[in-house]
C-alpha cells in the first residue's frame, strides 16, 4: 500500500467528463497491485479508506462553515451588547445630575399638552 498526494494536473488526458473535485494534496492509498476489488464486488480497504478520508474532507469543510457562521453571530452579539452598555452608560449619565436639572429638562423636552390639563 502507498500514499500518494493527489494533483489534477493532465485531468483533461484521464477521458473523464469534469475536472475531478478532490482538494489539490489530498492523500490517496494505493495497492501495490493497483487492483480495486477482491472479486465480485468486494472492495479492498484501500477503496474503503480513500472513501472515508474524502468524506472526512466534505465534513471538516462542513464544520469550517458552520464555525464563520457562528464567528459573524458572535461578533454581531458583541456589537450589540457594546452599543446597549454604551446606552445604559449615556442614561444613567443623564440621570446623574441633581433632581432640579432634570425636572427643568424633562419640561424643557416635553413643548406639547397632552390630554386635558
Same mark, same amino acid.
Given at each position: /500500500?502507498?500514499?500518494?498526494?493527489? +494533483? &489534477?494536473?493532465?485531468? !483533461? &488526458?484521464?477521458?473523464?467528463?469534469?475536472?475531478?473535485?478532490?482538494?489539490?494534496? /489530498?492523500?490517496?492509498?494505493?495497492?501495490?497491485?493497483?487492483?480495486? !476489488?477482491? *472479486?465480485?464486488?468486494?472492495?479492498?480497504?484501500?477503496?474503503?479508506?480513500? #472513501?472515508?478520508?474524502?468524506?472526512?474532507? !466534505? #465534513?471538516?469543510?462542513?464544520?469550517?462553515? +458552520?464555525?464563520?457562521?457562528?464567528?459573524?453571530?458572535?461578533?454581531?452579539?458583541? +456589537?450589540?451588547?457594546?452599543?446597549?452598555? =454604551?446606552?445604559?452608560?449615556?442614561?444613567?449619565?443623564?440621570? +446623574? *445630575?441633581? #433632581?432640579? &436639572? #432634570?425636572?427643568? =429638562?424633562?419640561?424643557? &423636552?416635553?413643548?406639547?399638552?397632552? *390630554?386635558?390639563?
Amino acid at each position: /500500500m502507498e500514499q500518494v498526494l493527489y +494533483s &489534477s494536473h493532465g485531468w !483533461e &488526458s484521464w477521458d473523464v467528463e469534469h475536472k475531478p473535485t478532490l482538494p489539490e494534496g /489530498m492523500p490517496i492509498l494505493i495497492d501495490s497491485d493497483l487492483r480495486f !476489488e477482491d *472479486g465480485a464486488a468486494a472492495p479492498r480497504p484501500t477503496i474503503v479508506l480513500n #472513501r472515508w478520508l474524502r468524506e472526512l474532507h !466534505e #465534513r471538516i469543510a462542513e464544520q469550517q462553515a +458552520s464555525l464563520d457562521i457562528l464567528t459573524a453571530l458572535k461578533t454581531t452579539a458583541i +456589537s450589540q451588547l457594546a452599543a446597549q452598555h =454604551d446606552e445604559l452608560q449615556r442614561l444613567r449619565l443623564a440621570l +446623574s *445630575g441633581d #433632581r432640579e &436639572s #432634570r425636572v427643568h =429638562d424633562l419640561a424643557a &423636552s416635553n413643548k406639547h399638552v397632552i *390630554g386635558p390639563c
